[in-house]
């Protein structure tokens, strides 16, 4: 299903927990970096080697947003709605970036390179409002650092 490196992942994480369910969620994250988002053949293929339930893997893949269950950009802008970050202007920041990309909330530039998401509190709550892109967080934006900060992944 996977490369061979990424089985091997899945292999040697599954040594580390006393029943296998427990590793969905990196191995959730092997599935993703695999396909760019959560397949539902991932789906059914972790459900079978997790010896868990296809609901079950689901229930799971939809409640967390680093997850996607369908096709994202390059750069998943997610931009923390939380309350801190929210009284600090997301929303402005939110708007400001489907304004500049051409796209909606939720929705990928028809370049690949852009999802603009909202996520939940991302644990920089003093330093708000908070933009995720990938990995990578960037504290106290404003709409001219995103701009910069955009405009550089280009
Ligand atoms: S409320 Fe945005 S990082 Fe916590």
Redesign the pocket.
């Known amino acids: 299903m996977y490369s061979e490196a990424n089985e091997n992942k899945i292999d040697e994480l599954l040594t580390h927990y006393p029943v296998k369910r427990s590793a969905v969620l990196p191995v959730l994250y092997i599935a993703q970096e695999e396909h760019g988002y959560v397949t539902d053949e991932d789906v059914k293929y972790i459900a079978r080697r997790l010896d868990m339930r296809v609901n079950e893997v689901e229930e799971v893949v939809t409640f967390y947003t680093m997850y996607s269950r369908k096709p994202v950009g390059k750069y998943k802008l997610q931009v ?1 709605r ?4 929210q009284i600090l202007g997301a929303e402005a920041i939110t708007e400001h970036l489907c304004r500049k990309l051409g796209t909606g909330l939720g929705e990928t530039t028809s370049d690949g390179k852009f999802t603009v998401m909202e996520v939940e ?5 003093d330093l ?3 933009l995720q892109v990938n990995f990578d967080y960037h504290e106290q934006v404003d709409t001219a650092r995103v701009d910069k900060i955009v405009d550089e992944l280009v």
């Open positions: 923390c939380t309350i801190s970050c509190c991302l644990g920089y709550c708000a409002p908070v």
